[in-house]
């Protein structure tokens, strides 16, 4: 017996050391997939680092996907001799941008988008983390079932990581135990709308399955985010279209989704706010207004209920804060969006909003569609289908029309990056600092050039985006996620490693 095990352990040894080596080549593979510079550990240098404290030159230790130190100093290239480092001198690097608004169209319209054609454009635009909405898919994402769908549906398709919001709708709204299993399967949180979505499985809800979702999310720390347009009961479909004479013209459709509208959805929200404050029946839920078009009345409502104490954030969106209704020629549906675009006075009041914290992040809601929809040979906006895709352009176009408002580095990574991770419940995103997921962007504020159609562009149908024509300053370099290199020089990394995000 003791001449076998002589015989057979060194054998078995040998075994264990393949199999070791075999598992190692395995992971190393793997890992050159995922990344164009495939290291375990390596370092960030840049003169311009865009930190929690402020922008530094500096470096970043990247460690197995997250950050494992952060240094402040110049010519730190002796400080990580012998160790892999990228050298971006006076680019960029700030955190990755974190879109809490994004429809991704998967299951059910990947001839609108798809996780595929979305994240490789969200990374090639400096886009780290997606949050998926519930609706312009099929089914929409209202229940645990559609939910593990949409995740499925995902599944080796993510260049960037993705999270998903969930549907309130009537269905499910007084219905706790349907809501909770929807949060306990990882929802971050709800979507409501207050006026016609515009699909059929996802109906309008109102401020009472608000209070319901918002009662319901509570326990869970969890923000719902509400479409706040509210159609007066005295107006019928037919009443709208009365008196329509050029459905060409922009203007024709602005009429017909007039400001009030967002400020009566938000004068009606005003009870649902006050039970989120502090001794509320819904203490501890948060209520956020997405997409923010009217920055007269409905922004003053907002402010109050703020000051009273509600836990209230409100985004607004780069197409609201580039372009102006005067500017919006005959028959260019692109540009149809809702709530609309307004005129340049309320444009320049979204900005001065902003500026000074009124409005808490920016968000692209890229909206996609099949460029029929968009009906561009009658150029109806009446009947052409609305949104905005936007996904890979709403880095440069931030910074570009923020230019002329003096805006910071520091303000552009709270805007899109800070805020919007913890709108989103991920504390390991949306700052560069230790602990945190490795997510990056690399990008020169200074290069201009002019997206046209020799720009390489991932979205599925590149030319029904409305930026399409503008000259914009910003080009991103390359994007990081969870240390990953998945983008650079217009190159992505050979496989899709981003990660699902769930609720836990």
């Not at 598992?23 to 240098?45: A, D, G």
């Not at 919006?328 to 149809?336: A, C, E, L, M, N």
Request: contains cysteine; aromatic residues 8%.
């Amino acid at each position: 017996m003791e001449i076998l095990q002589w015989r057979v352990l060194p054998l078995l040894s040998l075994l264990a050391s393949f199999l070791l080596l075999y598992i190692q080549t395995s992971s190393k593979r793997s890992n050159s997939e995922c990344s164009l510079f495939p290291h375990e550990q390596f370092w960030i240098l840049s003169k311009r680092i865009v930190t929690p404290d402020g922008v530094i030159s500096g470096a970043v230790e990247v460690r197995g996907g997250n950050i494992a130190s952060v240094i402040e100093g110049d010519d730190l290239q002796s400080s990580v001799i012998g160790g892999h480092f990228l050298d971006y001198g006076d680019a960029v690097v700030m955190p990755g941008l974190v879109d809490v608004h994004a429809h991704l169209d998967e299951p059910g319209k990947t001839e609108w988008e798809g996780f595929s054609t979305g994240t490789r454009a969200a990374a090639a635009g400096g886009l780290t983390t997606l949050i998926d909405m519930p609706l312009n898919s099929v089914p929409s994402t209202v229940s645990v079932e559609t939910l593990r769908l949409k995740v499925e549906a995902s599944k080796e398709k993510l260049h960037v990581d993705v999270g998903f919001w969930g549907g309130l709708v009537p269905e499910n709204a007084f219905n706790e135990s349907a809501l909770d299993s929807l949060m306990e399967a990882g929802a971050l949180g709800l979507k409501a709308f207050m006026c016609p979505s515009g699909i059929n499985d996802f109906p309008m809800s109102n401020s009472t399955h608000i209070k319901e979702g918002l009662v319901a999310l509570a326990k869970y720390n969890r923000p719902l985010l509400v479409h706040a347009e509210l159609v007066p009961d005295s107006h019928s479909s037919t009443q709208l279209n009365d008196g329509i004479s050029d459905v060409r013209s922009y203007a024709t459709y602005l009429k017909t989704r007039p400001a009030s509208w967002e400020e009566a959805a938000i004068r009606d929200l005003q009870s649902a706010m006050q039970e989120t404050r502090v001794g509320g029946h819904a203490e501890g839920a948060h209520l956020h207004i997405v997409h923010l078009s009217d920055a007269r009345a409905s922004l003053e409502l907002i402010k109050d209920a703020k000051s009273s104490g509600a836990s209230l954030s409100v985004e607004t969106c780069p197409h609201y804060l580039a372009f102006s209704s005067d500017d919006i020629k005959d028959g260019d549906t692109r540009f149809k969006c809702a709530p609309p675009i307004r005129d340049e006075d309320n444009r320049q009041n979204l900005w001065n909003a902003l500026l000074e914290g009124h409005i808490d992040l920016v968000s692209s809601d890229h909206s996609p569609s099949a460029p029929e929809l968009k009906l561009f040979g009658e150029g109806d906006f009446m009947r052409a289908w609305g949104g905005i895709s936007s996904l890979q352009f709403v880095l440069p176009v931030t910074w570009s029309y923020g230019l002329k408002h003096g805006i910071t580095l520091t303000q552009l990574s709270k805007w899109w990056s800070e805020r919007p991770a913890k709108l989103a419940g991920q504390d390991q995103k949306g700052a560069i600092k230790t602990g945190n997921h490795a997510d990056f962007v690399v990008w020169e504020p200074e290069m201009e050039f002019e997206l046209d159609e020799s720009h390489n562009i991932y979205h599925r149908h590149p030319n029904i985006s409305a930026y399409i024509g503008t000259r914009l300053s910003g080009k991103v370099l390359s994007t990081f996620v969870r240390g990953n290199l998945v983008f650079s020089d217009g190159e992505h990394a050979p496989k899709a490693c981003g990660v699902p995000i769930l609720a836990k």
